[in-house]
């Protein structure tokens, strides 16, 4: 029996192995593994492709999103609007930088933030509204910045699922004030560890950025504000800068693997597919269906399918468990249960397929049969 991975990477890996180690075996030679003419190439690059100004390095998606806090100069006393439904580096971040993380809930169709609750949670101490691009699917970016800037708000967009993504024509972090990227090993663009950037056009908010990840200093050895030190090695850089070339055929390869899943999977009962909404490009970093509860035990409809999927070989994802307002963590805020039941919904629903650009056509039919058993 067959194994389908949520994502293969050794697969990627292959295709493009002769320019990856070439790109490697060059960094490794010039003994310049920090730094460096490669990590600045890769930076002017993807600010290009993303359209802004500036494009800042750091060493994860985690550091972006703290980094670009920090940088806005958010701290204590500040609150931060953002989704209970993301990886909990969304929320984390905030919290490091001092300020409170203020949620709301979700639109079950997109799994994105309800922009309609947005102004309910504004409150005089809101600095900032962070909005989660989850699983490769943009949030109406037109409707958020009307909001924000109707009160004074920054948007830092979380863009770590969404590299490509569009809303009304505008790559994704090219549309707030500030997106932040995570280059883990399976985001659409990945390397073969951790990574990350911040993108601006704002020339202030770029370099406070490059001056706290560097310990703070702006000059070596002087030091202007407590910093940390996130960088981007080049190792990590040289890989990236040959898979961005790569990244448009791989998105849209992600954009025909949901096109035939939503072919195949179209006439099972007892499962939502994801869709796509008007004005945005979806880049499908996962494909996520909701599974209606069907069972009155103590395992849900979902969990009972996923088991019987890896028995059959098919390994699938849940992203995301438990909603961050009800996660140990943040009790504190004093979320209860029932407090976003549309994400606390969808917790209890949600499961990834395998969802990776070289996916085969017969593997996702594997998957489209395994699901089509199970309910009849």
């Given at each position: 029996m067959n194994t389908i991975p949520p994502v293969d990477l050794v697969r990627q890996y292959k295709n493009i192995s002769d320019e990856i180690d070439r790109a490697v075996l060059e960094v490794v030679r010039s003994g310049r593994y920090i730094g460096g003419a490669i990590v600045s190439d890769f930076e002017e690059q993807l600010a290009e492709y993303v359209g802004t100004s500036h494009c800042i390095s750091c060493n994860s998606g985690t550091d972006a999103l703290y980094l670009a806090l920090r940088a806005l100069n958010i701290g204590a006393g500040d609150e931060v609007?953002?989704?209970?439904?993301?990886?909990?580096?969304?929320?984390?971040?905030?919290?490091l930088a001092g300020a409170k993380p203020v949620f709301v809930d979700i639109e079950r169709n997109t799994f994105n933030m309800d922009i309609s609750a947005i102004e309910a949670a504004i409150t005089p101490q809101t600095k900032a509204i962070i909005p989660v691009h989850l699983f490769g699917q943009p949030v109406n970016m037109a409707r958020l910045m009307d909001i924000a800037q109707k009160h004074n708000l920054y948007v830092i967009e979380d863009c770590a699922q969404s590299t490509g993504a569009k809303w009304?024509?505008?790559?994704?972090?090219?549309?707030?004030?500030?997106?932040?990227?995570?280059?883990?090993?399976?985001?659409?663009?990945?390397?073969?560890?951790?990574?990350?950037?911040?993108?601006?056009?704002?020339?202030?908010?770029?370099?406070?950025?490059?001056?706290?990840?560097?310990?703070?200093?702006?000059?070596?050895?002087?030091?202007?504000?407590?910093?940390?030190?996130?960088?981007?090695?080049?190792?990590?850089?040289?890989?990236?800068?040959?898979?961005?070339?790569?990244?448009?055929?791989?998105?849209?390869?992600?954009?025909?693997?949901?096109?035939?899943?939503?072919?195949?999977?179209?006439?099972?009962?007892?499962?939502?597919?994801?869709?796509?909404?008007?004005g945005g490009d979806h880049v499908w970093n996962q494909y996520t269906i909701l599974v209606k509860n069907q069972s009155s035990q103590e395992k849900t409809t979902r969990d009972d399918l996923r088991e019987k999927l890896q028995e059959k070989g098919i390994i699938s994802m849940i992203y995301y468990p438990i909603p961050l307002h009800l996660q140990k963590v943040y009790q504190n805020l004093g979320y209860k249960n029932g407090a976003f039941p549309i994400a606390e919904q969808a917790a209890e629903e949600v499961l990834s397929l395998p969802m990776f650009p070289d996916i085969s056509v017969e593997e996702q039919e594997q998957v489209a049969y395994a699901l089509g058993d199970y309910f009849s």
């Open positions: 609007i953002t989704t209970p439904f993301t990886f909990i580096a969304t929320a984390e971040t905030i919290s009304g024509g505008n790559i994704v972090g090219n549309i707030g004030h500030v997106g932040c990227f995570s280059f883990f090993p399976t985001k659409n663009l990945g390397t073969c560890g951790d990574g990350g950037a911040i993108t601006t056009n704002d020339p202030a908010i770029a370099q406070t950025i490059r001056v706290i990840k560097e310990h703070g200093s702006a000059q070596r050895y002087y030091h202007d504000v407590v910093g940390i030190n996130s960088r981007l090695d080049s190792i990590q850089a040289a890989i990236l800068r040959v898979k961005l070339s790569y990244l448009e055929q791989w998105n849209e390869q992600r954009r025909e693997v949901a096109r035939r899943y939503h072919q195949l999977l179209a006439s099972i009962p007892n499962i939502q597919l994801p869709q796509e909404t008007n």
